[in-house]
């Protein structure tokens, strides 16, 4: 009985077969094995296109159990593992500096971008052969999302409705809903109110203009309206002096009645009821 081989290319002896060879045959398949279970091969790659090959019973690329693409490919690399009845799980890390795309047959490929790793499952289904990312799963889109981002010092990562996205500044304010600049926010550096001196603020309807009419205020605004007579007969002192070129004029109530001095000499009393008295000549300068 021939020997017959694995899809992974490990020789199984015939019953009988390799008399006095067999030691080479079972070292070649240990270490066959041991490629597919521990070793890490470079797969240099260069213009478009690539084959990984398993070979039957004898030592080939496509045996590693981790490949390291590297080189420097042309463009995206489209690397073809063959035979396409092997069934193969590759750890791959892509460091060729361009996409590679992993395929077998028509049943669908998996495109690795540089710089990431990957873990892909070859079902070795002949001519429909599939080549699935079977780690594509161990991170959600959104925590992927969010490691291909490019750790900018000053960024923010911030939801924009469908992925995330980093932002920086302003955008990051309005992506929070806040309307103010950072230069605006920025006014508020060293403000020491607390929240309740703050929220003294909370209610006021006053318009700038209105507010701007306190401008230039030195001291107590009651105080100073305190101060002023107010526009009332009942807070008009009850007394007033003129002071004239020799002698004063004096304008005082007493009672009700009004009294007229000039000096010391009263000169006329009016009283509530209209009457007018005079001491002394009085010279009418027409009507009044």
Not at 224 to 251: M, P, R
Not at 267 to 279: H, I, R
């Amino acid at each position: 009985m021939p020997s017959t081989y694995t899809t992974a290319g490990i020789e199984l002896i015939g019953d009988g077969e390799q008399s006095g060879s067999w030691g080479d045959t079972t070292n070649t398949n240990l270490e066959i094995i041991d490629r597919l279970t521990s070793q890490a091969g470079t797969i240099s790659l260069a213009g478009t296109t690539h084959t990984l090959s398993l070979s039957d019973g004898t030592l080939s690329d496509g045996q590693y159990a981790v490949l390291v693409f590297g080189g420097a490919p042309s463009g995206t690399n489209t690397v073809t593992i063959s035979p396409n009845d092997a069934k193969r799980v590759f750890i791959v890390k892509n460091s060729s500096g361009a996409s590679v795309v992993l395929t077998q047959g028509s049943g669908g490929n998996v495109t690795v971008t540089n710089g990431k790793t990957a873990i892909v499952y070859c079902d070795g289904q002949g001519a429909s052969a599939a080549v699935v990312n079977v780690s594509e799963n161990f991170v959600t889109s959104t925590l992927s999302a969010i490691g291909a981002l490019t750790p900018t010092d000053g960024n923010f990562i911030v939801g924009d409705g469908s992925t995330w996205v980093a932002e920086s500044g302003n955008t990051v304010l309005n992506s929070l809903g806040v309307t103010a600049t950072a230069v605006e926010l920025n006014t508020m550096d060293g403000i020491t109110s607390t929240t309740a001196e703050l929220n003294v603020l909370d209610g006021i309807t006053a318009t700038t203009t209105e507010l701007n009419y306190t401008d230039g205020v030195t001291s107590n605004i009651q105080t100073q309206l305190d101060a002023k007579a107010a526009n009332s007969a009942a807070s008009i002192a009850t007394s007033i002096s003129l002071t004239g070129a020799t002698n004063t004029w004096q304008f005082a109530l007493s009672g009700n009645d009004l009294i007229i001095k000039y000096g010391s000499t009263t000169l006329a009393k009016l009283d509530t009821s209209g009457n007018l008295t005079v001491a002394g000549d009085v010279t009418a300068f027409g009507s009044l």
